[in-house]
Nanobody, 124 residues
Framework: QVQVVESGGGLVQPGGSMRLSCAAS????????IAWFRQAPGKEREAVAG????????HYVNSVQGRFTISRDIAKNTVHLQMNSLKPEDTAVYYC?????????????????WGQGTQVTVSS
């Protein structure tokens, strides 16, 4: 059974940077889709970045393109989300998700495991 633990998060000023990490264990598939989602108060959970281990491709939604970078540490089964030029509208609880049979990284369905969520607050 896949288990996912997130770390990072906290308070940062607008324009600042922060890195989130997501460590997985119990992996059994050869390839995984890994994604970061976020949920702001009163809003739906939305995907922000995705990574397909099958081809190493990365994907971003328009609102974070050029500011966020998703990367993978293969040896540690860990995925990072580097967030730069943070804006107040990036404030949300961030979740990572790992799925062995997920074709569409932006969809919430099909992921095998979700992290517990970590709060990111961008405020002066």
């Amino acid at each position: 059974q896949v288990q996912v633990v997130e770390s990072g998060g906290g308070l940062v000023q607008p324009g600042g940077s922060m890195r989130l990490s997501c460590a997985a264990s119990g992996l059994s598939y050869e390839y995984y889709t890994i994604a970061w989602f976020r949920q702001a108060p009163g809003k739906e959970r939305e995907a922000v970045a995705g990574f397909y281990t099958s081809d190493g491709s990365t994907h971003y939604v328009n609102s974070v393109q050029g500011r966020f970078t998703i990367s993978r540490d293969i040896a540690k089964n860990t995925v990072h989300l580097q967030m730069n030029s943070l804006k107040p509208e990036d404030t949300a609880v961030y979740y990572c998700a790992w799925g062995g049979l997920v074709l569409n990284w932006r969809g919430k369905e099909g992921y095998d495991a979700w992290g517990q969520g970590t709060q990111v607050t961008v405020s002066s």
